[in-house]
């Protein structure tokens, strides 16, 4: 039987964005992160209204951000573990700043613009989930603004993060020195030899031990049932397109590297991870 709740869910997502930020914007989940709290403690702590209250912590538990423990007035509201690392302002996971920026990127019509949003929450994520305490210098291989290597700098402080920009889809002649080289959604930007020479080029910048991670979304090895998500996102123009993990993981050891990983970031958004010989 045919039933229309996919395209409901679809079309009204933009609802469930509203709560989510309107929750962030009051500070719902940082409160929430101090301990289990009632209506009327959220009413009071927070300065709102009971029907605003209300209209937060019912449809926030039925999109399992929330948990409720208990029934009517003796109800007490609590984080899920996800909102309590990644939406309380006072944990070292926080994405509400970039969530948000994504979330108005997305709403923009311009894919470049969805594009960035969804790099701003890579770049936290990739900071939180990477290990950089062995390393020492990063390259930022053309991110818009630096993006990335603030975000990493800010994170690791010990960590000296430069940016190079890449023009278009030509590839630089030379790469300066890295212990680490990110190439941060440009791969997609190039042909196979194109992107073969970026590759090399970063191969030769890394000292042995170092490492190129190269965040793309990332299709199905089987494009027909690829992420729908990247294939629309790497269709900026006709010579785009969406990089399969086998893609990256062939080009990757034609470069010369030997061992590769994958650190999966949100969805098909994924970090490949390359190192050289040591």
Known sequence: MLSPEHILQTGFGFRASHILLSALEVGLFTELGKGPRSNRQLRRSLGLSQSAVADLL???????????????????????????????????????????????????????????????IAAALLAERFDFSRYGTMLDLGSARGLLARAIAARHIHMCCTRLAVPGRQAVDSLPRADVIVTPMILRRFDEAGRAQLLRRAHRALPPGGCLI?????????????????????????????????????????????????????????????YPSN
Do not use: W
Request: hydrophobic share 45%; proline share 3%.
């Open 58 to 120: 019912e449809p926030l538990v039925a999109l399992g951000l929330l948990e409720r423990e208990g029934d009517d007035a003796g109800a007490v509201y609590v984080n899920s573990r996800e909102s309590g690392h990644f939406l309380d302002r006072n944990s070292p996971g926080y994405l509400g700043e970039v969530l948000s920026q994504s979330v108005a990127a997305a709403t923009s019509r311009k894919s470049r613009s969805f594009a960035a949003g969804l790099l701003a």
């Open 214 to 274: 190269a965040i793309e979304l990332l299709a199905g090895d089987d494009r027909r049932r690829g992420s729908a998500l990247a294939a629309l996102l790497g269709a900026e123009s006709h010579r785009n397109r969406a990089l399969s993990g086998a893609d990256l993981d062939d080009d990757c050891r034609a470069a010369g590297f030997e061992r590769i990983e994958l650190l999966p970031l949100i969805g098909p958004l994924t970090a490949t991870l390359a």
